[in-house]
């Protein structure tokens, strides 16, 4: 009669010390990646960059990309909702006023073409639909430090009219280079601007 190796004696030594499966962390790295490669290409090219390019710099298959981001529109709006998000964190801050606001947009600003895009996006045509919603989160922000009187507060739409004229004076080879920029067509518009940098929770 054949006896059976007991059963610690069936599994190889290393077993125990094998890793659960990886599945959910290795796909959470990969978006996280995804997503850092994403602004850094967009930042330097615009909305318009190849998602290859992306993936490539991720370290990861095109195949990879479009598991977590089904579309461009998917890419586009997990890089720029970040921005959004810090300047909608400055604004609700307690002791925050306008031109501390103004100073996280005009940092975005200089940092990502990508972000200066969507900041044209209102009253546009062909303008993607989450291009529209998250310039209408900045105007939110924004409009809800506007006192009366203020160089901002004019007709409805002449607030982001005035976001997106200094955008377009965003160029420049160094961020430093865009930054003064800005701030020369801030001045031009009678507009004080405060630390230009992101936000820090």
């Known amino acids: 009669m054949t006896q059976r190796p007991a059963p610690d004696q069936r599994r190889p030594a290393n077993d125990e010390r094998r890793p659960a499966n990886d599945g959910r962390r290795a796909a959470a790295r990969n978006r996280a990646a995804l997503i850092a490669a994403a602004r850094e290409i967009c930042a330097e090219s615009g909305l318009n960059a190849p998602l290859s390019a992306i993936a490539r710099r991720a370290g990861v298959g095109q195949g990879v990309l479009y598991r977590h981001f089904p579309d461009r529109a998917a890419v586009a709006t997990a890089v720029l909702d970040e921005n959004v998000r810090q300047i909608e964190q400055v604004a609700a801050e307690p002791a925050a006023d306008i031109a501390l606001v103004l100073g996280v947009l005009t940092w975005h600003q200089t940092q990502s073409a990508a972000f200066i895009s969507i900041l044209h996006a209102q009253g546009a045509s062909g303008v993607p639909a989450y291009a529209t919603a998250l310039s209408e989160r900045v105007e939110r922000a924004l409009r809800g430090h506007l006192a009366p009187g203020h160089p ?35 001045r031009l518009l009678g507009v004080e601007v405060g630390p230009v940098r992101p936000f820090e929770e």
């Open 152 to 186: 901002l507060a004019g007709e409805r739409g002449d607030l982001m009219v005035a976001v997106a004229m200094v955008s377009g004076a965003v160029t420049g080879p160094t961020r430093e280079h865009r930054e003064r920029r800005a701030l020369a067509a801030w």
